[in-house]
């Protein structure tokens, strides 16, 4: 029924989604090895698809949007500059270890790159969303600059 209903009001990326989970854990059931649970890729393996597929489908849902490009544009943007600047800042200036996990990610390159983040969202926001007001470009900046950072943290968590 979820298939259907999704399928019926065109998110059909939305309605193919719960295959990205039926198969893997189908080759896992029906697999010669019996430790499948116990196995260390069982978690790569479920989440794995997750983690690509769904910022692609929330890209091609943003797309459709007014502007919608120009907001992938931007997005893409930041967080590159995020990125880069916590590359950067740590490599040079980075002496506290954020976390175990990461054990290269410090809190100096961590702050470097929010303030990265900050200024080329104000940067772009300025030239190409001229409507939105400058808080509203700084919140938007460090909620994706955030974002980032605890996706690198579950990136390494998975590797």
């Known amino acids: 029924l979820l298939f259907c209903s999704l399928l019926y009001k065109g998110l059909f990326f939305m309605a193919i989604l719960p295959l990205f989970v039926m198969f893997p854990l189908a080759f896992f059931l029906f697999s010669n090895e019996k430790n499948y649970p116990n196995s260390t890729y069982f978690p790569q393996?479920?989440?794995?698809?997750?983690?690509?597929?769904?910022p692609l489908i929330f890209f091609l849902l943003i797309a459709g949007l007014d502007q919608g490009k120009m907001w992938i544009f931007f997005i893409?943007?930041?967080?590159?500059?995020?990125?880069?600047?916590?590359?950067y800042v740590g490599r040079h200036l980075g002496k506290h270890k954020l976390t175990p996990i990461s054990p290269g990610k410090t809190w100096e390159g961590t702050v470097g790159g929010l303030l990265a983040n900050v200024l080329s969202a104000g940067i772009f926001g300025l030239l190409f969303f001229p409507s939105?007001?400058?808080?509203?470009?700084?919140?938007?900046?460090?909620?994706?600059?955030?974002?980032?950072?605890?996706?690198?943290?579950?990136?390494s968590l998975l590797k």
């Open 76 to 87: 893409l943007a930041v967080i590159f500059a995020g990125d880069t600047g916590s590359f």
């Open 132 to 155: 939105l007001s400058l808080i509203s470009i700084v919140v938007l900046a460090i909620v994706i600059g955030i974002s980032g950072q605890v996706g690198d943290l579950a990136e």
């Open 45 to 54: 393996t479920i989440i794995g698809p997750f983690y690509i597929c769904l």
